[in-house]
C-alpha cells in the first residue's frame, strides 16, 4: 500500500503562491494518474486536479483553471501543484489521491473522490490579507 505525504501548505496573501508536494512511499507512482483535491471548512471534498502517468494528460477544475498547474516528477515520486493568484475562496485542507488508473480518463470522473482509494493527510492552505 502507498502511503502519501503532502506538505507545503500556509498562510498567504491574496494573489500570493504556493507550491504544495505530495511524496509516495512503499509503492511507485509511476504507473497512476494521481489527484488533488480540497475540502474547505463545512464543505465537501472537491477534486481540482488530476495528472495522468509519465506526464500525460492533465486535467483541472473550473475554479482553478489557468492559476493552478500540475506536475510530476516520477523520479522522486513526487506530484506538485503550484498555485498561483490565489483568493480567499481557495482556501481549504488539500490532499493528493491516487487510484487504480493511469489515466485521469479512464475514471468515471476524475474529480470524484470514491474513485480513489489512497490518502495523504492534507496540508492546510489559507490566503487571507
Known amino acids: 500500500q502507498v502511503q502519501l505525504v503532502e506538505s507545503g501548505g500556509g498562510l498567504v496573501q491574496p494573489g500570493g503562491s504556493l507550491r504544495l508536494s505530495c511524496v509516495a512511499s512503499?509503492?511507485?507512482?509511476?504507473?497512476?494518474?494521481i489527484g488533488w483535491f480540497r475540502q474547505a471548512p463545512g464543505k465537501e471534498r472537491v477534486g481540482i486536479s488530476c495528472?495522468?502517468?509519465?506526464?500525460?494528460?492533465?486535467y483541472y477544475a473550473d475554479s482553478v483553471k489557468g492559476r493552478f498547474t500540475i506536475s510530476r516528477d516520477n523520479a522522486k515520486n513526487t506530484v506538485y501543484l503550484q498555485m498561483n493568484s490565489l483568493k480567499p475562496e481557495d482556501t481549504a485542507n488539500y490532499f493528493c489521491a491516487t487510484g487504480a488508473y493511469s489515466r485521469c480518463s479512464w475514471f468515471k470522473e476524475w474529480a470524484r473522490q470514491d474513485e480513489y482509494d489512497d490518502w495523504g493527510q492534507g496540508t492546510q492552505v489559507t490566503v487571507s490579507p
Open positions: 512503499g509503492r511507485t507512482l509511476d504507473y497512476h494518474a
Open positions: 495528472i495522468s502517468s509519465s506526464n500525460g494528460p492533465t
